[in-house]
């Protein structure tokens, strides 16, 4: 094999290596730098790199070395703790209310779902509406892009459909029909060739982007999925359900891998992390779990919340998660130990929401209370309060880069915060 040129993944860490094979195919093969931080010593890293590594030598031993400080960079940017987000735009996106907000990978787009059954494509930089996506007969209420191509949209919806639309001309691609009650949940897998969908109808499924046609029914549950989630190599899916289970399935046969059954009450939230090694859930039984892919087994559980957690989340390097809870605080453990390193006392209302930036420093929370927080994850304390919504917030993100943030109030707008 000959190396052809190295490309740089920034969230998580990692150096991609592009090849050619001795009959002329091209491949890539990652190296994942998940532990990298701004104080990891870069040459012996470098030695480790080049002596695992078939591809590389110690010709290339100052080009990784160059690699490394800008992935560095990059972390010691995001990690400023005088970094302060300014409101940028305000939108009265629909006439209804929004159900749900999501950027693209870059952050130049971002779409919103409404109760008015349509969703808008939107250009962050102006705050202009490019296309509106219509055609669903209910409430559009998941939206997402194909991350990170951008150039596709799902729309879940009430109407019990799911569709795919072309995100420049609004087109729509495909309809997917065969639920029987309202999709409630909806995800991409990471390589943007499938679209997982949840319904009240105890049911999941898994749809072909290209061709719109249904791969498999994930038919298992006793009782509604409320959550889903692929792994990175989209091979598993894992959905969470109000029959207090979540479930690992296998997409190429749509068999149950586990079932993982220790929650004494409904599942609100389900992910993987990066490694695709674990899995956690929130519940309404006041815990999160921490899930071993390959036994399915319990790892550990969570504690501390005095209500409902409403939401979960893993760092995109995985080294901690973080749970979102109606007793009005956020907690962050770390992913090893399980010990809780912060607990995100300043709101004074409900948690809906909440997710890292992609270097891992900074949770941002959305609130009942009508303030999204911006927090240190090392500290624990409130960098800042997003101010100026007149109703609860839902929904937050961050872009690619960390340095925009987007909002949606039940105030009927969506907010961009740019640094």
């Known amino acids: 094999m000959k190396l052809r040129c190295f490309l740089l993944r920034y969230y998580p860490p990692g150096i991609t290596l592009e090849y050619e094979t001795s009959a002329g195919l091209v491949g890539q093969k990652t190296i994942g730098l998940l532990s990298l931080t701004p104080t990891t010593p870069l040459e012996p890293l470098v030695d480790k790199i080049i002596a695992e590594e078939p591809l590389l030598n110690g010709k290339y031993r100052d080009q990784i070395f160059l690699y490394l400080q800008r992935l560095v960079e990059k972390l010691i940017a995001g990690n400023n703790p005088s970094q302060t987000f300014t409101l940028f735009k305000s ?55 194909n991350n990170p191509y951008g150039n596709r949209v799902a729309t879940g919806s009430f109407d019990k459909t799911c569709k795919i639309w072309d995100a420049e001309s609004g087109q729509c691609l495909h309809t997917l029909t065969g639920h029987v009650t309202e999709i409630v949940c909806m995800s991409f ?9 949840g319904s009240m109808d105890n049911t999941a499924k898994v749809w072909d982007v290209e061709t719109g046609q249904c791969l498999q029914t994930l038919m298992d549950h006793t009782a509604e999925i409320v959550a889903l989630n692929f792994n990175t190599y989209g091979d598993l899916i894992v959905t969470g359900s109000f029959d207090h289970t979540a479930k690992l399935w296998d997409v190429r046969t749509g068999t149950v891998v586990h079932t993982l059954r220790e929650h004494r009450g409904e599942i609100s939230s389900v992910q993987f992390n990066y490694a695709s090694n674990l899995v956690v859930t929130g519940s309404i039984d006041r815990t999160c779990k921490l899930w071993d892919i390959s036994s399915g087994q319990c790892v550990s ?35 090893a130990t399980c010990h809780c390193i912060a607990s995100l006392n300043d709101h004074e209302g409900e948690i809906s929401k909440l997710e890292f930036n992609p270097q891992g420093t900074k949770i941002i929370t959305a609130s ?17 309060s997003l101010v ?27 907010r961009i915060w740019k640094s």
């Open 189 to 197: 897998n990471p390589q943007s060739t499938l679209i997982g969908t």
């Open 301 to 335: 559980t969570l504690r501390g919340h005095t209500d409902e957690v409403l939401d979960v989340a893993f760092s995109v390097s995985g080294n901690m998660v973080a749970s979102a809870s109606a007793d009005t605080t956020a907690r962050v453990y770390n992913t």
């Open 368 to 384: 009942g209370d009508k303030r999204c927080n911006l927090w240190s994850v090392e500290t624990g304390q409130v960098l800042q």
């Open 91 to 145: 939108l009265r996106a629909h006439m209804l209310p929004l159900t749900n907000c999501a950027f693209n990978k870059n952050g130049a787009k971002f779409v919103t779902g409404s109760y008015d059954r349509t969703c808008k494509v939107w250009e962050t930089a102006t705050g202009s509406e490019l296309v509106s996506l219509e055609g669903h007969r209910n409430v559009v209420y998941c939206v997402g892009f």
């Open 388 to 414: 100026g919504h007149t109703d609860e917030i839902f929904s937050c993100s961050f872009n690619y880069e960390g340095d925009t943030i987007l909002t949606g109030s039940k105030d009927n707008t969506c």
